[in-house]
């Protein structure tokens, strides 16, 4: 469906529950990772590129403190939430992504009195794919728009990962809102996650006869679960144990002395690993891709893929079958994307091969008895935006 017919479909649905129309719509991407997992919150290295699935928001300001919610994917009921009531983990359900933004944005002295919001989103839920973030975004974007904050991509990525680790209560890092802030269209995005800077990266794969495609397992995970948070607290353990403030410190040509040095941690040494190497790999595969060398990444894929599931442990039989199969199909190279246990794997491969790699993924499923995967090309699209 084209934008403005999403827009006009969001906005004809808000009138209905509003009796008004909205005074805007807008959309924010969900995203895949190409390459740089569990990097953002140790100050590293990531590369990802926005999907065309989207979380899209019509909003109206209010003027009375009072915050209307409504999802089409979620409930039927309007939620009502009044602004001086909202508070960090107060909420377990979908409404504590739109209401956390409008919270952090409160909190940081932005003067937010109300809004209607209707939510609709074609971000697959569960799969890695920052259906979460997308939420966030669309709703800072629109407030940022309405109430005019003047925030810049990078700050609303800000105060939408806060509104995520704070009151929502899930530990991620600031990548995902990120990306649905500030990707572009026809590019990844290779961003330095300690100071924000970002480059474009051109990712046009089309071009070279290539497809990445996404291929969603079925399998949910959840963020706020107890095993990330435990990944990020023995990342800290691993950066305070060697005396830097960021996993990101340790250089690569320095780490088999740093693993020496944290001795018998055997769960430390394998994340610092992990961190170590995989922001090495980001910053190899950006050099290739600057050079033409699109091909090349694919290997590059696929060693990060071992390391997520050898050293961080965040894999899941399922990805692992994604991948194995499809290396054994012809693929360039794949990998799980994503916070991990559960969610997609990516798949680089030449465009011919399309065809065979998804029935032959297809046909592992069913032959272990898993449900059957959901398989789409991932096109680099545009960042958060208005639309109407």
């Known amino acids: 469906m084209e934008a403005q017919q999403v827009a006009q479909q969001v906005a004809r649905r808000f009138t209905e529950l509003y009796g008004a129309r909205p005074e805007g719509v807008w959309a924010a991407p969900g995203r895949v990772n190409l390459i740089g997992e569990h990097t953002d919150y ?18 109206s300001r209010r003027t009375d403190g009072v ?12 939620v009502e939430l009044r602004l001086d009531d909202l508070a960090p ?16 944005l409160r909190e940081a002295g932005h003067e937010i009195t109300g809004a209607d919001v209707h939510l609709s989103s074609t971000v697959p839920t569960g799969a890695g794919l920052s259906s979460s973030a997308a939420l966030e975004v669309v709703v800072a974007l629109a407030l940022n728009d309405l109430y005019g904050l003047g925030l810049q991509g990078w700050r609303l990525a800000r105060l939408c990962q806060r509104a995520e680790n704070v009151y929502v209560g899930a530990p991620t890092g600031i990548m995902d809102q990120t990306a649905s802030a500030c990707c572009e269209s026809g590019h990844a995005l290779f961003l330095d996650t300690r100071d924000l800077s970002q480059q474009q990266i051109p990712f046009d794969l089309a071009a070279e006869g290539l497809r990445l ?13 107890g095993e990330y948070g435990k990944r990020r607290a023995g990342c ?4 305070a144990l060697l005396g830097v403030d960021a996993l990101r410190d340790v250089p690569h040509a320095g780490l088999d002395a740093a693993l020496a040095r944290l001795g018998d ?12 190497t995989e922001d090495r790999r980001v910053e190899r595969a ?8 699109t091909r090349a990444i694919g290997p590059v894929l696929t060693e990060g893929h071992a390391s997520l599931r050898d050293d961080f442990r965040v894999s899941c039989p399922e990805l692992d079958l994604v991948v194995d199969t499809a290396l054994s199909a012809g693929a360039l190279g794949a990998r799980m994307t994503g916070g991990g246990f559960g969610g997609s794997a990516i798949v680089l491969a030449e465009a011919a091969d399309v065809e065979t790699l998804t029935k032959a993924v297809g046909e592992a499923f069913a032959g272990a008895g898993f449900t ?3 398989v789409f090309e991932a096109v680099p699209a545009a960042g958060a935006r208005r639309l109407a």
């Open 372 to 374: 059957a995967p959901r």
């Open 213 to 225: 495609l996404v291929v969603d397992t079925q399998v949910k995970h959840a963020h706020s679960g």
């Open 265 to 276: 941690e055997e769960e430390v040494r394998r994340l610092v690993r992990h961190v170590v």
């Open 89 to 104: 983990q107060s909420d377990r359900g979908w409404t504590a992504y739109p209401a956390g933004v409008v919270w952090a």
């Open 236 to 239: 800290e353990k691993g950066a």
């Open 67 to 78: 915050l209307r919610l409504h999802s089409a994917d979620v409930a039927d009921d309007v």
């Open 286 to 293: 950006v050099a290739l891709l600057r050079s033409g060398e």
């Open 42 to 59: 140790n100050d590293g290295f990531v590369m990802p590129f926005a999907l065309p699935h989207q979380a899209t928001a019509a909003v």
